[in-house]
């Protein structure tokens, strides 16, 4: 069974520009998960998708930060205008069952 | 709302030793419980779960931890370390009753595996 796939892996951009993480969940997985995780702390979440329907979006900095899964399957995740304190990985995670959340790599921001 | 705190930020072990790491947690309503571990560079993997049931969970790697509802805890456990279980420990909190099986994870605790 294929795991959740990120991309890119690593980013590097100056800060005021935009960038955009892809994430495509296991096969099946209705839920769909963004964290962010900063050097030496947890992750935290982002945003939480049910199917293509937002479940929880009270942690995303709205001013900035903008996420969609159109279909139901693959999202995206978009920073703009990016600032320092944005640097950190961005994981993604899809899950069928109680907590049962399964991570891929992370993509690393890394803002100038 | 729901808080995890990790109660040692680094631990460091001799291999084939003993070690526990610590979580404590808060929330008002029942819980979930889980422990992922992240290897560097990787993303977070599920050592184990506890939904319901026993309160001894065993899982993945000789790993083991144990609900204590009235201290409010979930220890991780494993009676013999090896130099690959050096990696970061993160103990994590799901609100058992909503459904919607949002996980807030501690900071974490790095395992430190000494040769």
């Known amino acids: 069974e294929a795991g959740v796939a990120q991309s890119p892996r690593y980013k590097i951009i100056e800060k005021r520009q935009s960038v955009a993480f892809w994430c495509n969940p296991i096969s099946g997985h209705a839920t769909l998960y963004w964290y962010q995780q900063i050097l030496g702390q947890g992750p935290k979440l982002l945003i939480q998708f049910q199917n293509n329907g937002v479940v929880d979006d009270s942690q995303l900095p709205k001013d900035r930060f903008s996420a969609e899964r159109l279909k139901g399957v693959d999202s995206t995740l978009k920073i703009q205008p990016a600032k320092l304190e944005d640097s950190a990985v961005y994981l993604c995670?899809?899950?069928?069952?109680?907590?049962?959340?399964?991570f891929g790599e992370g993509s690393r921001l890394t803002v100038l | 709302a729901q808080s995890v705190t990790q109660l040692d930020s680094q631990v460091p072990v001799f291999e084939e030793a003993p070690v526990e790491l610590r979580c404590n947690y808060s929330?008002?309503?029942?819980?979930?419980l889980f422990w992922y571990v992240q290897y560097p560079n990787q993303g977070l993997q599920l050592l184990l779960k506890y939904l319901s049931g026993s309160t001894l969970v065993k899982g993945i790697n000789g790993f083991e931890a144990e609900f204590n509802k009235s201290q409010t805890s979930f220890h991780l456990r494993k009676p013999s370390v090896h130099i690959s279980d050096t990696a970061e420990y993160f103990c994590?909190?799901?609100?058992?009753?909503?459904?919607?099986?949002?996980?807030?994870f501690g900071k974490g605790t790095k395992l430190s595996v000494i040769p």
């Open positions: 929330s008002s309503v029942s819980v979930y």
């Open positions: 994590a909190v799901s609100d058992g009753g909503a459904g919607s099986y949002q996980l807030t």
């Open positions: 995670a899809s899950s069928k069952g109680p907590g049962e959340l399964f």
